[in-house]
């Protein structure tokens, strides 16, 4: 179960490294966060899972999404 | 009990499989959203009641009841936010009978 | 029983990730964001029901707090920017 969440880690992370929207970016970190969060908890680690949920899921994509609204949206080229 | 904590675990299943059948074949933003919304709230409800039922009365079935009802009332904002959010964006919703000239052929109400 | 509820749940996480994955406009990732947040929190709370430790329950509650605040601040700062999609 944890090798699945794993895998599905890597390809988010990878395909939001490579995207051009950077809206979607700021999703697919949010997933990405998601993720990390599931795995911490299947590991026994409650503590370092509730934090993950606070910091990695709100406070970290409201300040990614202030910083793409203070910027251009889409990366050229 | 235990029963009934199978059937709605299964209920929850079914619903499950309806809403992500949904939003991976419809066309459109809206009709994915709906998809989404009803299945998720009803599938999830589900487990909720089911996991409720297994737990028995103690302090894991309050908990269990403040998420569920936060989670009852926060995803259908969530949904309406995201439909919002779609509208203002200028997505327009899908039809079947739409064509590209509307001279050619004639308009099915 | 939670069993096979909890590895149903994974592979439906699974299969939903996949409109947040090609999703053509954000607002479809954002459905399949949404989706998948339901998801998981289901599944965070088949796990501790199953384990039976009340301190886990805790972490369903945090989690969907500041999922719904993401999705709201999300929404809020984008909204009426018409046809940058």
């Not at chain 1, 990405?32 to 899972?49: E, R």
């Not at chain 2, 009641?49 to 403040?66: K, Y």
């Not at chain 3, 994974?10 to 399949?32: E, F, K, N, Y």
């Not at chain 3, 430790?53 to 999300?74: E, H, K, P, Q, S």
Request: net charge neutral; charged share 15%.
């Amino acid at each position: 179960m944890v090798e699945v969440l794993l895998a599905l880690m890597v390809v988010n992370s990878i395909l939001a490294l490579q995207i051009r929207d950077m809206l979607a970016a700021v999703l697919l970190l949010g997933a990405f966060s998601l993720l990390s969060c599931l795995v911490f908890f299947l590991m026994n680690a409650p503590d370092v899972a509730l934090t993950e949920a606070a910091v990695g899921t709100g406070v970290g994509t409201v300040v990614l999404i202030w910083i793409v609204y203070k910027t251009e949206r889409r990366d050229e080229a | 009990m235990n029963v009934a904590a199978l059937v709605f675990l299964v209920l929850g299943a079914v619903f499950n499989i309806m809403g992500n059948l949904g939003v991976l074949i419809f066309p459109d933003v809206y009709t994915r959203l709906q998809a989404s919304s009803t299945c998720s709230t009803t599938s999830v409800l589900s487990f909720f009641i089911g996991c409720m039922l297994i737990a028995g009365w103690g302090p894991m079935t309050g908990r269990l009841l403040v998420i569920t009802i936060f989670f009852f009332i926060t995803n259908p904002i969530a949904a309406h936010i995201i439909a919002r959010f779609a509208r203002q964006t200028g997505i327009v919703p899908w039809r079947q009978s739409f064509r590209k000239d509307p001279e050619s052929g004639e308009q099915d109400g | 029983m939670l069993v096979y509820a909890m590895y149903f749940l994974v592979i439906s996480i699974l299969v939903s990730m996949a409109r947040v994955v090609i999703g053509p406009t954000v607002a479809d990732r954002m459905v399949g964001l949404n989706l998948v947040t339901a998801q998981t929190l289901a599944l965070l709370v088949v796990i501790s029901v199953s384990k039976e430790r009340l301190i886990l329950l805790d972490v369903a509650l945090v989690y969907d707090i500041f999922g719904f605040v993401g999705i709201l601040v999300m929404t809020r700062y984008f909204s009426g920017r018409r046809g940058e999609l």
